[in-house]
């Protein structure tokens, strides 16, 4: 059996569109809001197992994010987390 690509025609933007951020605080807590310091930096780590069942990839992912936020807080860091 043969596959083919088949031809598709370039997409074209057609609209573009931009919005203002949206504050998370209102005027209020942003008074009260002490900002001791800010950073942007990416936190990541590679964590390797030898798992022996399938089962067991769950208990895995949230052992390795549970050391990324205690490193986090250690270092008294909020932050915002994404996996993938």
Same mark, same amino acid.
């Given at each position: 059996?043969?596959?083919?690509?088949? #031809?598709?025609?370039?997409?074209?933007?057609? #609209?573009?569109?931009?919005?203002?951020?949206?504050?998370?605080?209102?005027? #209020?807590?942003?008074?009260?809001?002490?900002?001791?310091?800010?950073?942007?930096? %990416?936190?990541?780590?590679?964590?390797?197992?030898?798992?022996?069942?399938?089962?067991?990839?769950? /208990?895995? *992912?949230?052992?390795?994010?549970?050391?990324?936020?205690?490193?986090?807080?250690?270092?008294?860091? /909020? *932050?915002?987390? %994404?996996?993938?």
């Amino acid at each position: 059996m043969r596959l083919f690509h088949q #031809d598709t025609e370039a997409w074209e933007v057609v #609209d573009s569109k931009a919005v203002e951020p949206v504050s998370m605080y209102d005027e #209020d807590e942003l008074q009260e809001l002490q900002v001791a310091r800010v950073h942007d930096t %990416t936190m990541h780590r590679t964590y390797m197992f030898d798992l022996k069942h399938a089962a067991d990839l769950p /208990n895995a *992912i949230v052992f390795a994010r549970n050391k990324l936020l205690q490193e986090a807080a250690e270092k008294e860091y /909020n *932050i915002f987390l %994404t996996e993938g």
